[in-house]
């Protein structure tokens, strides 16, 4: 079967600097998919690229077989693509219920997305609690929920995330990716993930690749690659069978 997301080769230039030297990945219908990578290693650019915010000069991007490459970000949403970008950017001074309502701005039927809202504040229990909060005040974890739950108001098919676990403790990590998971099972989504590290994110995870210096450095099932040497070596940079010299892990 085709896969749902398909990047191939694709190359982005920010000016003089090329961010991105070729990437390509696929993600299949329902799998969890996440990229990680050190800082400035073209993980957002890679989302972007797909969500349309920049524009590849060399390679083709198909949802579903449709190409997205040229589209854009609005007609590549209603294709059902969804981007919940790092930092969340929700709007503090707003309240839950305003953020909520903003994620519904492609939804031209107001009734379906009043029902909509329902059928998320039914999978975000916590948000219905907090609906008429202002969103500043929201915990850093709500404030991520927040964020996703925008971003699935308008059912999309693929939910890329970016960097979901910036800033929060460990337990609150595995809350996220639970929600994550509880979204696949219940509304049929499929997820592209960037996260700087692979810890916690190993076990959630069906397939990895690791992405350094715009280039995929890796690529494998999570299962296989759980005891961490292959992604700690594509990480730094170390060649197969250097000797890696002690590395501190940097993240939670
Ligand atoms: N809007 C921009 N203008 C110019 N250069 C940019 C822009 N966005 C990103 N870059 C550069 O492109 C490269 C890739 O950046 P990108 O943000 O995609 O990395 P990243 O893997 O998401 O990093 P981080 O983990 O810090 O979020 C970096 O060298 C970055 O400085
Ligand atoms: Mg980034």
Excluded: W
């Excluded at 930092?87 to 997305?113: C, M, P, Y």
């Excluded at 005040?137 to 709500?142: D, F, Q, T, Y």
């Excluded at 219940?186 to 700087?196: F, G, H, K, S």
């Excluded at 890796?218 to 070596?233: H, K, P, Q, S, T």
């Amino acid at each position: 079967m085709r896969p749902l997301l398909e990047v191939d080769d694709i190359h982005v230039r920010y000016g003089d600097l090329v961010a991105l030297r070729g990437v390509s990945l696929h993600v299949d219908e329902g799998e969890v998919v996440c990229i990680i990578g050190p800082n400035g290693a073209g993980k957002s650019t890679t989302l972007a690229a797909v969500a349309g915010g920049v524009a590849p000069f060399r390679g083709e991007i198909r949802l579903a077989g449709e190409p997205l490459t040229g589209r854009r970000p609005e007609a590549i949403a209603r294709l059902g693509l969804s981007l919940v970008p790092e930092g969340r950017h929700i709007f503090g001074t707003l309240t839950v219920d305003e953020n909520l309502k903003l994620g519904g701005h492609v939804q031209s039927d107001k009734r379906r997305a009043a029902d909509d809202k329902e059928r998320l504040l039914d999978l975000f229990p916590r948000l219905r609690e907090r609906l008429s909060f202002p969103a500043g005040r929201l915990s850093g974890g709500e404030q991520q929920m927040l964020a996703v739950a925008r971003a699935v108001m308008t059912r999309p098919k693929l939910l890329l995330v970016d960097e979901p676990s910036l800033g929060l403790a460990p337990r609150i990590v595995d809350q996220i990716y639970e929600i994550l998971l509880d979204l696949r099972r219940r509304e049929n989504l499929t997820l592209l993930i960037n996260e700087q590290s692979s810890n916690r994110i190993l076990k959630h995870a069906d397939r990895i690749h690791v992405l350094r210096g715009g280039r995929i450095q890796l690529e494998g099932r999570a299962d296989a690659l759980r005891d961490g040497e292959a992604i700690r070596n594509a990480y730094f940079g170390f060649s197969h069978g250097s000797a890696p010299a002690p590395v501190q892990e940097t993240h939670a």
